[in-house]
């Protein structure tokens, strides 16, 4: 077991990274998060916290928390979108912990303050790395550096501690994009029509995933899966317009035509992944979530990956003490490839719960209840 004196740098505050420090700091390591945004604001976006990730969240108190501020859908529902006919109705409920679906910025203020205070910090933006064998150098855009133990990478898709470990890269261009808008739910109050708490609209090459983000339930949203060759932008959205999605959404169902007439704003974002990498970790540097696995969003299991990763990494680290880290990234990686990688091609196939399936293998897992496999076995 830990001593609680060996220092953790974890770079990148995002769902992953946050959720790990946050273990980490239950478990009594010494652990400090940095992160490149100068803060964070409620970008609108929404997200789902299945079951698998509502344990796990409530290692760090912050499970009740979390249901109490989420819509809670008792089904998934997958409709064909231009004639609404029912492919599949998925109970979300019996896999031991409850189903959530919640503003992502909501989400990520309540892992962040599930930090100790002070060790998080903003404004630092990671430039270079150097593992010396015996420790490791950390320095930032802003001139300052620190030195720590162990390095996590939960830097994100473009993790520049990914890019130490194997070289610049940069993520495949995917060929779809996702739009993202929510809406206030006074605007819907006019249609004759029901907007259902959490549904996936199927067309033969597209979808719009819909659900509430508050358990007042006043806030709609959106996400698509839209096919778009190439991606010509540098930045990470941009905006996209209600002309652009009454067009690529032409002749769909009256629920998605309401959905976009009471659009106020809506962001269209690039969707990248990356093949599984040869690596998880290399020395004293090891990565979760999307900087190691990115992939498309459309199993609503990407942050969950990545918090997974966090709580199982934790485990090892408890198992064997930092100063035996070399082991620790062992277990972890032997601990969680298998179900990041199935769950990575899955969603990047986006085929899940499009017809009628048990999806207990996503929801139903319970990290803790996981025996350990021991690198040999894996
Ligand atoms: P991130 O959340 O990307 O966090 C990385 C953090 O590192 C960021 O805060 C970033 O600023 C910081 N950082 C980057 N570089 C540096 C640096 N050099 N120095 C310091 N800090 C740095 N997943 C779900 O589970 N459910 C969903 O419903 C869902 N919907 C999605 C919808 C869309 C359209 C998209 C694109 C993704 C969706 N995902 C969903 C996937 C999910 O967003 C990601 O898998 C998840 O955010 C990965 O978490 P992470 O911590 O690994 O990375």
């Not at 109705?89 to 002070?118: K, M, N, S, W």
């Not at 082991?327 to 990041?340: H, I, K, S």
């Amino acid at each position: 077991m830990s001593n609680g004196k060996e220092r953790i740098a974890i770079i990148g505050a995002g769902l992953g990274g946050a959720v790990a420090g946050a273990l980490l700091q239950h478990a009594g390591f010494d652990v400090n998060v940095y992160e490149q945004a100068p803060s964070f604001s409620r970008l609108g976006a929404g997200i789902h916290m299945g079951p698998n990730v509502i344990k796990i969240f409530e290692r760090i108190g912050v499970a009740e928390k979390v249901v109490s501020i989420s819509s809670t859908p008792s089904h998934w529902f997958s409709r064909d979108g231009i004639s609404g006919d029912y492919r599949s109705r998925i109970p979300l409920e019996g896999y031991g912990a409850t189903y959530c679906t919640v503003h992502r910025g909501d989400l990520q203020g309540i892992q962040c303050d599930a930090l100790q205070p002070g060790t998080l910090h903003f404004g630092k933006k990671l430039t270079r790395i150097d593992d010396n064998g015996t420790d490791v150098l950390i320095e930032f855009e802003d001139g300052t550096s620190v030195r720590a133990d162990i390095v996590v990478g939960a830097d994100g898709i473009n993790s520049r501690v990914r890019e130490t470990l194997l070289g610049a890269e940069k993520p495949n261009y995917s060929g779809w994009v996702g739009h993202r808008a929510l809406i206030s739910s006074d605007k819907l109050r006019k249609y004759d029509l029901t907007f259902e708490d959490c549904v996936k609209w199927w067309g033969p090459d597209r979808h719009m995933m819909v659900y509430y983000t508050t358990a007042r339930r006043d806030e709609y949203y959106y996400v698509t899966g839209v096919p778009h060759p190439a991606w010509e932008f540098d930045t990470a959205f941009v905006p996209s317009s209600r002309e652009e999605m009454f067009s690529e959404f032409e002749g769909y169902h009256p629920v998605i035509q309401a959905l976009i007439e009471s659009t106020d704003e809506v962001t269209k974002w690039p969707l990248f992944n990356r093949n599984p990498l040869p690596l998880w970790s290399r020395g004293r540097l090891v990565l979760l979530g999307d900087a190691c696995h990115p992939m498309k969003p459309h199993m609503a299991q990407g942050a969950a990956m990545a918090i997974e990763d966090a709580a199982m990494l934790t485990r090892c680290l408890q198992e064997t003490g930092v100063n035996n880290f070399a082991t620790a990234f062992g277990l972890y990686e032997a601990n969680r490839r298998d179900r990041a990688t199935r769950v990575q091609t899955v969603s990047n196939a986006n085929t899940f719960l499009l017809d009628q399936e048990d999806p207990s293998w996503v929801y139903g897992y319970d990290l803790y209840a996981e025996p350990l496999k021991s690198e040999k076995a894996a």
